[in-house]
């Protein structure tokens, strides 16, 4: 319901004066409602249907602040009205002071008033009616309704066509909060995707190139310097492809790319010989079978991103690459050497693990990565299982 306002709009004192004054018109020619020798008439003098009429207008000026006290005190000034010879602007007025308590009212007010206004109006028709038992008896309960059960209804019309555009209005502003947030969060879910995508494509190379250039640069040996310089080249020449394939993605369409240029399981032998190629001394242990697309481009992702870890981080030593497959899910396992390291280090940002978490989070599956203890010493281990059973169709 809309706030009242505190004091009374100009709309409400223009209606007040406009009844007021039409009143004094109607007085001034000497037009009443009743003759003066009426018998319900108890205060014949011109100037006693004044006090209710100024009343009544004073009412109006609450009709939108305060109509419940308006419509009281206007059915008291019209009770006085009746002991005179009345004026027709009182009435009138009486009749907006009911339309205005039932669409500025309480809700309470505008469900009850139009049934005890109509109520009223068929007491108005029954009582009389027995009483005097002539058709004409009835016209006190047409007058009845027309000042009291008319207006009321009307204002319970107007109040419900209101309410049901208010309601209509802000289901709109929802409705368009909603797809906003919709679209924000699309926006910031394909920024994410991106971010992984990129990080993942790029960074093992980068990483690559960063540890032989500072070997190349640290040691003064002609052969060292060549091998160094090979596999920057090789890794500059793979990014750049990485990052050209991307570019197309971003100007054409994911829709548009051939399905050839998504990485799969398939290519985790080739993944580890280049990972050999860059200095780590790798095994892999692969038994994934058929899985959802979704779900083996994640897999290839983790393994990826977790060589990257291993050729910045690792200390010399065997890293091992582990894939099986159940039928509820994909399991990975990726083990390398911690410790100190002597040798080069690519700086790193942790958006890596932060990447593969959010992969695994993405196909409800786990991750997690950490140093553990065993036989062969120290090791850093990287865990996921990847659902392989109502993976909706996507890109992790």
Not at 89 to 112: E, F
């Amino acid at each position: 319901m809309a706030v009242r306002p505190l004091s009374p709009p100009r709309f409400d004192v223009a209606v007040a004066l406009a009844g007021l004054l039409g009143g004094l018109l109607l007085w001034a020619f000497g037009l009443g409602v009743r003759p003066a020798d009426d018998p319900v008439v108890l205060f014949d003098g011109r100037w006693a249907l004044l006090v209710p009429l100024a009343v009544t207008a004073g009412c109006e000026l609450l009709r939108r602040t305060a109509p419940r006290t308006a419509l009281v005190t206007g059915t008291l000034a019209l009770a006085a009205d009746l002991m005179t010879q009345g004026s027709i602007a009182t009435i009138v007025m009486y009749t907006d002071l009911n339309y205005a308590a039932v669409v500025y009212g309480s809700p309470a007010t505008a469900r009850r008033l139009p049934w005890v206004t109509g109520v009223l109006t068929l007491a108005g028709m029954l009582v009389p009616y027995a009483v005097w038992r002539v058709p004409e008896a009835l016209l006190v309960g047409l007058v009845v309704g027309a000042v009291t059960f008319a207006p009321a209804s009307t204002g319970l019309i107007v109040r419900n066509h209101r309410d049901a555009a208010d309601a209509a209005r802000l289901q709109a502003e929802q409705t368009a909060l909603l797809a906003e947030m919709d679209r924000v969060q699309a926006v910031t879910a394909e920024r994410s995707r991106m971010a992984r995508e990129l990080h993942d494509m790029v960074a093992n190379h980068l990483s690559a190139i960063a540890i032989h250039s500072t070997a190349a640069l640290s040691l003064d040996d002609p052969g060292t310097s060549r091998e160094a310089l090979t596999v920057i080249r090789e890794n500059s020449v793979q990014g750049l492809a990485e990052m050209r394939r991307l570019i197309g993605i971003l100007r054409d369409g994911a829709d548009d790319r051939e399905p050839s240029a998504t990485p799969t399981l398939d290519g985790l032998g080739t993944l580890v010989e280049g990972a050999r190629a860059n200095g780590l001394d790798v095994t892999l242990e692969a038994e994934h079978g058929t899985v959802p697309a979704p779900v083996e481009l994640a897999a290839y992702r983790i393994v990826q991103e977790s060589l990257t870890n291993a050729l910045k981080h690792a200390s010399p030593g065997r890293v091992t690459v582990c894939l099986r497959r159940s039928p509820e899910a994909l399991e990975i396992r990726v083990t390398s050497p911690y410790g100190d390291r002597d040798g080069p280090r690519a700086p790193g940002s942790g958006a890596g693990l932060v990447g593969m978490r959010e992969r695994a989070a993405l196909l409800e599956g786990s991750f997690e990565a950490g140093p553990e203890s065993g036989l062969e010493g120290k090791r850093w281990v990287v865990r996921a299982t990847l659902p392989v059973t109502d993976v909706e169709l996507g890109e992790a």
